[in-house]
């Protein structure tokens, strides 16, 4: 007895090509391929290779088999067809099948808790089919080119021990969050016009910032989005060009204080304004030798306490210096405090009472 194999699918796992019918054909008149081959006008090795399924079954041979065999001609046509969808879906299902061990390096649970992916089906094939639709490609390849290739490129120029399934997914519910705020095309010099604007906002409430700052930033072709960190990313920015004139500005809010939030911001619009097009940045604080990322570092923390300040700064000993400091400059006392313990003058816990927590859950 023969067991016919299905795929999660549903299908069968084998496709039949029209030839299976011509050799029925020929079993029922008891005529060699040979005879075939010479009624049709056809050599007997196309015949052959069109029985066993290695040629397609054109149009026009169709018409001659209507001729010799009196089948439609539609018919042998529809059976062409079938044929190779089935071997089509075969491909696919194959390609899947090879992609199962994919699924050990996506934060599959997480993505289904957040109603990314659904509960149902869980099957490996169907989960795989989800994260591929998930991030809008075709193939596993195509996967690993847009999203894996980037942080693997990223994690080479510093001690980035994220997982790169987490990172891609975290940066990928951006690119889909950024797609839904409208933005004019990219203007560098209007968004450095506007920098004043965006520092003025550190020493406003937190929970008022976000709308504010997504509409300043939007103005000049760039989407700041925040999304919640996946387990594992360990990323707290990201900046991506989603267009040729839209960048996206990611924000995970991981560290959740003020200090951190504002030098993260300006470092994404650092890379912005300063790098090409072409990269994707992620932020995690490691160390990191890359110059660019240097560069970054440097125009955010010169934005929030210019140069000038620097020899001030070191002078700072108590909360109410540090008050009256960043009153003169114009940020928040919390940004101040958070510099001098990056430093090294304050040791880490001193000044955190005033540090603001950092809870947009409006931004999200």
């Known amino acids: 007895m023969t067991t016919t194999k299905f795929h ?8 039949v090509p029209p030839g299976e019918t011509i050799r029925e054909y020929l079993d029922e008149l008891g005529m060699t391929q040979r005879e075939l081959a010479t009624r049709l006008g056809l050599s007997a090795k196309h015949v052959n290779r069109l029985i066993q399924g290695l040629v397609p079954l054109s149009r026009e041979i169709a018409q001659r088999l209507e001729l010799v065999t009196g089948m439609p001609a539609k018919l042998w046509n529809r059976l062409e067809a079938d044929y190779q969808s089935a071997q089509q879906r075969l491909r696919i299902e194959h390609e899947l099948l090879e992609a199962v061990s994919w699924l ?11 109603g990314i992916l659904p509960e149902e089906p869980k099957d490996k094939i169907s989960r795989v089919q989800q994260l591929l639709g998930f991030f809008g490609v075709a193939h ?13 490129a990223f994690r080479q120029t510093k001690s980035f021990n994220a997982s790169p399934g987490a990172v891609a997914s975290w940066l990928r519910l951006g690119e889909l969050a950024a797609r839904d705020i409208e933005c004019q095309p990219f203007d560098g010099s209007g968004l450095r016009d506007a920098l004043p604007r965006l520092r003025q906002l550190s020493s406003q409430p937190p929970a008022f910032i976000a709308p504010i700052m997504r509409d300043i930033c939007s103005q000049f072709g760039v989407a700041v989005v925040f ?8 990323a707290s920015g990201a900046t991506r060009w989603i267009s040729g004139d839209k960048a996206m500005l990611l924000l995970s809010l991981r560290y959740k204080t003020e200090d951190h939030l504002w030098f993260t911001f300006f470092h994404e619009i650092g890379h912005i304004l300063l790098h090409g097009r072409g990269d994707t940045w992620i932020e995690d604080g490691a160390p990191t030798d890359d110059p660019k990322e240097a560069e970054a570092n440097r125009f955010s923390g010169d934005l929030l306490i210019p140069r000038k300040h620097h020899a001030k700064l070191r002078t700072l000993k ?11 400059i114009g940020v928040s006392p919390g940004i101040v405090v958070g510099r001098l313990q990056h430093e090294g003058i304050w040791p880490p816990r001193q000044g955190n009472g005033l540090k603001r927590k950092v809870d947009l859950e409006s931004a999200f």
């Not at 999660?8 to 496709?15: E, I, K, L, R």
């Not at 999304?227 to 360990?234: Q, S, Y």
Request: no cysteine; aromatic share 8%.
């Open 104 to 114: 050990d390096e996506m934060p599959v649970r997480e993505l289904v808790k957040r």
């Open 140 to 152: 596993l390849k195509t996967w690993r080119d847009l999203y894996e290739n980037p942080v693997a």
């Open 227 to 234: 999304v919640a960190e996946i387990t594992g990313a360990r």
């Open 8 to 15: 999660p699918s549903g299908a069968p796992d084998y496709a």
């Open 318 to 328: 108590s909360l109410s210096s540090v008050r009256v400091f960043a009153n003169e």
